[in-house]
């Protein structure tokens, strides 16, 4: 609390800051609200200069920092640390520019993602990684999770859209690394930092690749009897050797829920509906799309809608987009998980979900990136009920288990941040860890950035040991500049 | 001391609905401008759970509810169905009761509530301030109250009163009374005339008490709950007999319609006001409902519609204000860009909190100014001020006029 | 115990002395290791570790004279017995391969395909990944970054290290597959990768134009771009005898009405998909441009310049629909100068090889942002600057 208080004296008529016992409280989560943790000072700063001085003022006093962006993360990536700075940066949101000859747009890290898109549409074209909460969710979160969203399948994540960024490092040192050109030299830093949750600096400026606004979207929705009918649907569709721009599977509780929020319509009495979307040149979705409903009605759908224009398309996505906040309406608790698993063991893996919930007496909606494997049980609970908040995270981290135990992955887009560091271990050794935290230290020797977050059992930096091989580096540096 | 009584305070139930996800941040007018959590709806429910949990109602927790405009905009956003009109109603109840603002704040909120619900007082406004308006002097400037005043103020013209019966031109169809509000009844007098011409002309008997004052929306909007149920017993008083009762007003529509919650706890006027309540129908969704019959001439314009707050967001009346609309041969619909952010009008919102309103009528009059549209068209007074002070002071010119009396002008056949 | 007899204890007769043969870049080495498995490749790290050995790996040899020659080389670790597809999940779409497997065994898996273009036949996964070489189709698919989802290498102690995993979405921990990738082995010693795969198009085509001028190559891609065909490369091809070629390249379901269509907007025609290679020849130098896609008129531009101000035979050719380039000279020209002309106008000018003699008198990374944080996580990773001393940026 006290070096807190220092950083704040040096900070105070030089970055907004918030000091206010009750506007720092509202601070104190980010989108997963069952962890709390109220921060000691939030800064607030508006330019790349303010936000390095935060973390100079940070480093000076030993005190630690934390990111936010708009505080909708689902792995309490955003968690502030008690006696550190929670450094938000919502107002910092502005589109430096956007450069349609260079398919690049350049903003600052409070920019919302689907902003982005709307400045680049009148150009023809747009930010393709469009995760569900992209209305509200900050792009320089999306660099801390490399965020996906539902096409990510053919068009990446965020690491594959991100050419240049501005970061600040734990030091409070501001580094360039990146532009508009590809490739740059040396190490990958930009794929190194993209994903790393916040844990190695903090971008203050990020230069992405836009993409080029398809010549015809068709989104088709196909409901089924069973999540198992869907799933062998989409083994089709990718045997067949399409990959769509987007395939999300919901099952009937998820549809319920979102059915209720927001009345998309969807076929009633379904076990499973199939969104598939293709886009590209119109000879090619044209051709797709074709076998793509041939497939669905081949593989037991009792219902097929083709998306007529761009407000039926929008409803479509309306129901999965907003399911998780819609189960809100039929729990009034719940937890969203993210695993992974191989897309081909999806049919088992719904069994073995289903099988677990009913075990421990706790319903699961599930929800999912059905091209890519990756899933979102939301596990419903009321915490006004004894036991069923355990009962939910174990049901929660029997999931993961499974996801583990089936090739996959602990989280596919949501972070791992400090929900799921207990779970790290069960996906890598040691040996793992410890060389990540190679890169931590790198970094951030003195672990002052996002402590406590990915990994459970942080490592201390230390000297680097050993002795240097021939001539030493720091005298080649020397000679390389004489060229 | 605890934040909140045990007098309807803000429901631990209802904000148990938020699940933080924070996708009402992007509509909500005071985030867009300043970024700050705090004044946020997902931050102003946590602070109401921080007084239900004992907090005190600080300077700053108060500052906060104060400043939301009560546009309603989150609640539209909202997937999990957050109520958080009922919360912030309640809310501001109880630090109307419960917390004492400066002396200048209280001050300025006493002078508005001796005028604004009292259509006579601001009656006898009106000569002076045509006199004001005629010298074309400006005597206040920067963003203040006064100035805010001074900007909002509309040109005044000079209108016959209105009958309290009319007759509707051929069959009758339904009969319907009138509300004639506050402003809308001082300050644009030539809104309510087509209204109820609009109404004759399809089909409809007006009734137009006299005894009618104000519905108590800018009351209940900020927190003056007792003022409010006394306004809506007289209401209720005043129209009986009616099939439904029109208003033209998307703030006063908008608490009509919430009568039956705001006096259910009273037995005798309780059960009337939750009739009239279900009677309450704004103009254009009386109109889609008995479907429209009188002809219409064209109107070669285009048209740019904004959906004033308490009709989109608080009704959820958009689509039949513009199928009326694109109805009108010849009138051309535009689109506003972020027609769900509000204008910044906000009741009295503008008027008590003058910069951040500033800013808001400038987005908004930018939006419109950017359609190209010959008129900006919307069903509250309110927004018309503030819009047009915003178009001014961007040097742009936008005539602006109610959707009744762009009907009405097609209907006559006239030119708008 | 010597050195040798503690690689032969760790991995038997795969270790031996090294021959004349086993130099790299001309810095000859003292013993060659050949581990079979990542396993064997940990051990033989150890080994070299406890009896303090600089090591390079060496896949199949392809880039041997790619950026600086080691400073040192006690121990060639080799990758060609670590060679084999571990898995190819099709309903997954990925496969694992060790890392000396050769690229091209990746690009036809059946229906599917890793599809990243192999500048250079016979190369390993490992070296690919190592030197992050790419072609034409980068535009559609991304490089080996895009590409590669999961990563096992050793480290400079000889622990195994695991990064990513075999599902395409994975954001649990550091994506240090990203870190290796160009990392030209100055990390550790990579020994298994694992991929995104693609499904092999039914049908390709590709359209050739020429273009007269550095401006007419610019309208051309723009016109491309606009139109929205989704491409799978666009490239330019100026030879060193003058003139441009645009050539764009289609696939899917169907090509026709798109070949129809790149004809309308540039001309040219139907011509059967040239085998790509970097424009230079063994002895020449080879290097690489990176620029904002808007400015390549500006760059080719510089070229023609650069020929007629330096009397040099420059042959450009690469991907205009990404912004990266080949440019390759015969090794007498005056590479210095036109190297640093082409700086002038690109955003990154690397020498990617040159012949020993030109090397050491050439700034071969150009600028390079960053520096001090790679010098860093160099040092945290091999402390003991163990891995390809000198090779890389800044003499890491």
Known sequence: METATRVADRLRGRVRLITDRHELRTYECDGLAQYKVIPALVALPRTTAEVALTVQACAEAGVPFVARGSGTGLSGGALPHADGVLIVTAQMRDIVAVAPDDERAVVQPGVINLDITRAATPSGYYYAPDPSSQQICSIGGNVAENSGGAHCLKYGFTTNHITGLEIVTPDGAVERIGGRAPDPPGYDLLGSFVGSEGTLGIATEVTVRLTPLPEAVRTLLAAYATTDEAGAATSAIIAAGIVPAAIEMMDALAIEAAEAAVHCGYPEGAGAVLIVELDGPQSEVDAQFAMVTQLCEASNAFALRVAAGDEERALFWKGRKSAFAAVGRISPDYIVQDGVIPRTALPEVLRRIAEIAAESGVRVANVFHAGDGNLHPLVLFDDAIEGQAERAEAVSGAILDLCVAHGGSITGEHGVGMDKAKYMPRMFTDGDLDTMQLLRCAFDPDGLANPGKVFPTPRLCGEVPGRHRGVHPLQEAGLAEVF | MAAFDDHHPPSARLLSDCVHCGFCLPSCPTYVLWGQEPDSPRGRIYLMEQGLQGEPLSDSMVGHFDACLGCMACVTACPSGVQYDRLIEDTRAQVERRHRRPARQRLLRWAIFQLFPYPKRLAVLRGPLRLYQATRLRLFRGPSTLETLESLAPPLRSVPKLPTFIAAAGPRRARVGMLTGCVQRAFFPEVNAATARVLAAEGCDVVIPRTQGCCGALSIHNGRRTEAERFARAMVDSFDGVDYLVVNAAGCGSALKDYGELLADDPGYGPRARTLADRVRDLSEILIELGPVALRHPLPISVAYHDACHLGHAQGVRAQPRKLLGSIPGLVLRELADPEICCGSAGIWNVLNPEPARDLGDRKARSALATGADLLVTANPGCFMQIAAGVRRAGGRLRTAHTAQVLDASIRGVQI | ?396
């Open chain 3, 1 to 396: 115990m010597d050195a040798l007899a503690a690689l032969r204890e760790a991995i038997g007769d795969a270790a031996r002395p090294a021959g004349d043969a086993d130099a790299v870049a001309g810095v000859p080495a003292r013993f060659v290791a050949a581990p079979a498995s990542t396993v064997e490749t940990s051990a033989v790290v150890r080994a070299a570790a406890a009896h303090d050995l600089s090591i390079v790996v060496r896949g199949a040899g392809t880039k041997q004279h790619w950026a600086a020659p080691p400073r040192e080389v006690d121990l060639v670790v080799e990758t060609a017995r670590m060679s084999g597809i571990v898995e190819h999940a099709a309903g997954d779409l990925i496969a694992i391969a060790r890392a000396g497997t050769p690229l091209h065994e990746l690009q036809h898996l059946g229906d599917q395909q890793l599809a990243l273009d192999g500048p250079i036949p016979g190369a390993t996964i490992g070296g690919t990944v190592a030197a992050n070489t790419s072609g034409p189709r980068r535009m559609a698919y991304g490089t080996v970054r895009d590409l590669i989802i999961g990563i096992t290498f050793v480290r400079a102690d000889g622990v195994v290290a695991k990064a990513g995993g075999k599902v395409v979405k994975n954001v649990a921990g550091y994506d240090l597959a990203k870190l290796l990738t160009g990392s030209y082995g100055t990390l550790g010693v990579i020994t298994e990768c694992a991929f995104r795969l693609h499904p092999r198009p039914a049908a390709t085509a590709t359209v050739a134009a020429r273009a007269a001028t550095p401006e007419a190559v610019g309208a051309a891609l723009s016109g491309i771009l606009g139109a929205r065909l989704a491409p799978t490369a666009v490239e330019v091809d100026a030879p060193a005898s003058g003139g441009f070629t645009v050539s764009v390249q289609l696939a899917g379901v169907s090509v026709e009405s798109r070949v129809e269509a790149v004809q309308r907007l540039i001309g040219g025609e139907s011509i059967e998909a040239p085998q790509w290679t970097y424009p230079w020849d063994s002895g020449d130098a080879g290097l690489k441009l990176t620029m904002p896609l808007s400015r390549i008129p500006v760059v080719l531009q510089a070229v023609l310049g650069v020929r007629e101000r330096h009397g040099v035979a420059l042959h450009v050719s690469g991907s205009i629909g990404t912004g990266v380039l080949y440019a390759g000279l015969p090794a007498t020209g005056d590479v210095a100068a036109v190297v640093k002309d082409l700086r002038s106008v690109c955003e990154s000018v690397v020498v990617l090889t040159a012949p020993a003699s030109l090397r050491a008198g050439l700034d071969l990374w150009g600028p390079v942002p960053g520096l001090e944080l790679m010098r860093r996580i160099k040092a945290r990773f091999d402390p003991d600057g163990r891995f390809a001393a000198g090779r890389f940026v800044g003499g890491i």
